[in-house]
């Protein structure tokens, strides 16, 4: 019976739901994530602007980590496989997520693309999402950390006006360093805006052209890794599964 | 423009909810919507417009728009929109209190 509006219809239900309206993407989220963590694979969800240098800097942590650790890559673009070669090229097994017109990747897609990647093998799956400063942050992947890469380029408002995703950050790389001495941007105003939308503030400048600031986000990486790895030891097995 | 691919996921669980219920229509669906969830809400009802069918053909689509609240974790000290989200006094990270639901919270329909 109607009790919403008080007509009394005995025709009309009214249902309470409370539900996610993603809950169908949020499942297959948690269960890659319960995968990646039970391989001890640290995933990483690298999102920002066309343009903002997440390839570069992908490549630039092949450079660091060649011989050390196992690195894997999804890429997702909506056309054009480009960034899973340029990452293949830099010696990181990758396949491309070709997503049309989506301007995003979801959980599924992920979960799709798993087969194409020996993901189990791997010390870090780095998933780099379309370029886009929106949609992105709604979609959970089941990654272990977010993290965004903005260019020094973009101007120091843009956290200021794309305060979804900053919020979600676990770290924001400021790339393109390099182009400090040509630009008016300043650090500590990025810093600034960042610090109004992202509670737990973490920025690491970085410069994938130069090498500067790459240790640190290393090193960042490694820390969060030594968390992930500790976390499986303490659970004491992996659970078999039939993926790639 | 993610809001089409929402709209799916709404319709999709409203449907599945109304066909269970043996419902002959759905008349609305109330969605809570936070200022953070990263959705636009106008291009979600417009999306909303544009894609019921079936059941939800004639079913109106009400967004409860919720702000973004922020609070400390220790004195619950609430923060001023746009003010830097670390409490001055305690010195931590602050806390989202409201503003990034993005919830289907009632679904009405008309039953035989």
């Given at each position: 019976m109607c009790d919403s509006c008080g007509c009394g219809d005995p025709h009309k239900v009214s249902l309470d739901v409370q539900e996610r309206i993603l809950s169908v993407n949020d499942r297959a989220a948690r269960h890659n994530r319960e995968h990646f963590a039970a391989a001890g694979v640290l995933a990483v969800n690298l999102m920002g602007s066309p343009g903002a240098g997440k390839t570069a800097v992908l490549e630039a942590t092949a450079r660091q980590l060649a011989g050390r650790r196992r690195l894997g890559a999804i890429a997702g673009d909506l056309e054009t496989d480009r960034d899973a070669q340029r990452l293949r090229a830099a010696g990181v097994p990758a396949a491309a997520i070709t997503t049309g017109s989506a301007c995003h990747l979801d959980a599924e897609m992920v979960h799709a693309a798993l087969d194409r990647v020996a993901w189990r093998e791997l010390d870090y799956l780095f998933v780099e999402n379309v370029g886009n400063l929106v949609c992105p942050a709604v979609y959970d992947l089941g990654q272990a950390v977010n993290v965004v890469a903005l260019s020094l380029t973009e101007g120091e408002d843009k956290p200021l006006k794309y305060p979804v995703m900053f919020r979600k950050?676990?770290?924001?790389?400021?790339?393109k360093l390099d182009l400090l001495p040509h630009l008016d941007v300043q650090v500590e105003a990025v810093?600034?805006?960042?610090a109004r939308v992202m509670p737990d503030l973490a920025l690491t400048p970085v410069s994938a052209r130069s090498g500067a600031g790459v240790a640190e986000w290393i090193a960042w990486?490694?820390?969060?890794?030594?968390?992930l790895v500790r976390g499986v030891a303490a659970h004491g097995h992996v659970h078999a599964h039939p993926h790639a | 423009?993610?809001?089409y691919s929402l709209v799916a996921a709404l319709t999709r669980k409203a449907e599945e909810e109304a066909r269970a219920h043996h419902a002959t229509a759905v008349t609305c669906l109330r969605v809570k919507l936070g200022a953070l969830a990263g959705v636009e809400p106008e291009l979600l009802a417009s999306a909303f417009t544009l894609c019921r069918e079936g059941?939800?053909?004639?079913?109106?689509l009400e967004i409860r728009n919720v702000a973004a609240a922020w609070a400390c974790p220790r004195c619950e000290a609430a923060f001023p929109t746009g003010a830097v989200l670390r409490c001055a006094a305690c010195g931590l990270p602050a806390?989202?209190?409201?503003?990034?639901?993005?919830?289907?919270?009632?679904?009405e329909m008309e039953v035989p």
């Open positions: 950050a676990d770290l924001v790389l400021l790339t810093r600034d805006a960042l990486l490694e820390a969060r890794r030594a968390g | 423009m993610h809001e059941l939800l053909a004639g079913a109106a806390r989202l209190v409201s503003g990034d639901e993005l919830l289907l919270e009632q679904i």
